[in-house]
């Protein structure tokens, strides 16, 4: 799957993900680090990449102004990063990529939430 990760992704993350052969791409890797949330919708949504992120005010920002192609939220900390890391897996297996574009996903420890956006 092709993802762009928000700056706020852990690098562990970042890893596992491209160990699990996803085209991953980062905020730091095309010099938005530093890029407020609506303008890193708008990059993944003109890559055609779901977002993934730990800031939370992406929910409210995706559903008032239906911007982006799908956004994946990681509720976590590191003292349970190994969790929800198995539920990111998780849902990247049990969705096809076109489902996650068109949704807002919520991965905690061990479950997980699929909202669709429209």
Known sequence: MKLFLDQDVYAKTAQLLKDLNHDVLTARETGNAQTIDQESLDIAHQQDRILITRDRDFGGLVFITHAGSGV??????????????AELENVLLSYPETALKQAFIVVEARRHRFRKLQ
Not at 72 to 85: D, E, Q, S
């Open 72 to 85: 994946i939220y990681l509720r976590m900390k590191p003292n349970n990063i190994h969790a929800v890391h």
